[in-house]
Each structure stands twice: as structure tokens, then as C-alpha cells.
């Protein structure tokens, strides 16, 4: 059950985005889903993305390699081939950091008060 | 390699779309603000057939700056993670296959020539 609340799908990012914007909830769902198939489209072009503040969505190739069946320890030949990546940007990994900071403290100086 | 940024990526969309740039534009960034949030908040961003964002925690360990050697402490801290869908992962290594066999085919059809 935890898990499931803890899940955000498109759906619920979609009807805050409206909210948010007073765009209605089609539309912005159209915006959204382009906007994820241009990033795909892209980068199967062979492009980078670079969103400013958010992170870059980065091709890389990977070169042919052997490996092996872990179940059977049978050795395996891995073709090269071209694997997405994502890699956040600083000012996201600072802005997660610094809010789950306060939080602690503001969770620490809630209990501080009901102690008291 | 080029760079595509989010002002192409607008440009696109209005193209597909025929929506106003300007709301785009505000679309764009609200959902790109909302992931951090929701990111924050422990919750997992789940987009099917694209992929899913997480935010993994990482413990504190001692660790060393590379350049001068200098032992550092790190502390306890959160990642952003993403991980894309096979869908997506199949689609982008696909295509490059394909393109590939193109530029070899190219090639063969020179060397039959000569």
C-alpha cells in the first residue's frame, strides 16, 4: 500500500500541472506526451538534452563486451549497442538535499515542542 | 554530438502540437519543478513507456578529492536517479542499428561500383 502512495503517474502529474497552470487537463497532457516523444526522438537521432537546472538525457555507447550467464556461468557475448542516461544536474541533486535538511530539522523541532 | 535544448524541444512541440508556444513553455516547467518536488516528497515518478524517477538515499562515507588526495568526509545524502524504460531503451539502440546498416550499405553499393 505504501508503495501505491507513494507513486506518481502521469495522470496525477498531469491534473497538477493543470491546476497549475489553468490549462485544461487535454491539453496539457498533449504538451506532456510530445514533450516525452521529442526527447525520445532525439536522442535516437543520436542528440544529447540539456535542460537547464534539471539534468542532461546523454547517449552512450557501449562497446561489445563478454559476459556471462549468472545462472549458468555460460559465457556470453554482449553486443555493442547505444544505452540512455540520465544525469541530474547539480542544482537538482542541491535542491533535494537542502529541502530534505530543513525537513529534518523541522521534524526534529516538531517533536522538540510536543516534548515539551 | 549536438545539443538539443528545452527551447528546441518547445519549438517541436508547438510544431506538433499547434499549441501556443507560451503555454508550452509554462507546461514544460511546471513538470520539470514538479519532479523535484515529488522527487522530495519520497515518491516515485512513474511515466510509462518512458521511465521512472526516484530519489535514492546514499550513506556517508569517507572518500578522497582526486586531484589532490585529500581525504573528504561525505555525508548522508539523496540522488536523484532515472532509469528508462526497455521500451525506450530498445527504441534508441534500434535506431541506431538500423542507421548502421544505412551507412554500410552505402558503402557496399560504392564498392560494387569501383
Do not use: W, Y
Not at chain 1, 6 to 13: E, F, G, P, Y
Amino acid at each position: 500500500m505504501a508503495i501505491n502512495n507513494s507513486n506518481v503517474t502521469k495522470k496525477d502529474i498531469v491534473e497538477d500541472i493543470a491546476l497549475r497552470t489553468g490549462l485544461t487537463q487535454v491539453d496539457t497532457k498533449v504538451i506532456i506526451e510530445s514533450f516525452l516523444s521529442s526527447v525520445v526522438k532525439a536522442m535516437s537521432e543520436g542528440n544529447n538534452i540539456e535542460i537547464r537546472g534539471f539534468g542532461r538525457f546523454k547517449i552512450k555507447e557501449r562497446k561489445a563486451r563478454k559476459a556471462r550467464n549468472p545462472k549458468t556461468g555460460e559465457d556470453v557475448i554482449v553486443k555493442a549497442g547505444i544505452k540512455p542516461v540520465f544525469e541530474a544536474s547539480r542544482e537538482l541533486k542541491k535542491f533535494l538535499n537542502e529541502s530534505s535538511i530543513e525537513e529534518i530539522f523541522s521534524e526534529s523541532i516538531e517533536s522538540k515542542n510536543e516534548q515539551a | 554530438m549536438p545539443n538539443v535544448t528545452k527551447q528546441d524541444l518547445i519549438q517541436e512541440i508547438a510544431k506538433s502540437t499547434g499549441l501556443i508556444r507560451n503555454d508550452i513553455k509554462l507546461v514544460i516547467e511546471q513538470f520539470l519543478s514538479l519532479v523535484g518536488e515529488k522527487l522530495i516528497e519520497n515518491k516515485t515518478i512513474e511515466l510509462r513507456g518512458f521511465g521512472t524517477f526516484v530519489c535514492k538515499g546514499r550513506k556517508a562515507r569517507p572518500a578522497r578529492n582526486p586531484r589532490t588526495g585529500e581525504p573528504v568526509f561525505l555525508e548522508e545524502r539523496f540522488v536523484p536517479t532515472f532509469k528508462f524504460s526497455s521500451e525506450i531503451k530498445d527504441k534508441i539502440n534500434f535506431t541506431d542499428i538500423l542507421q548502421a546498416e544505412k551507412t554500410l550499405t552505402q558503402e557496399e553499393v560504392l564498392n560494387s561500383i569501383h
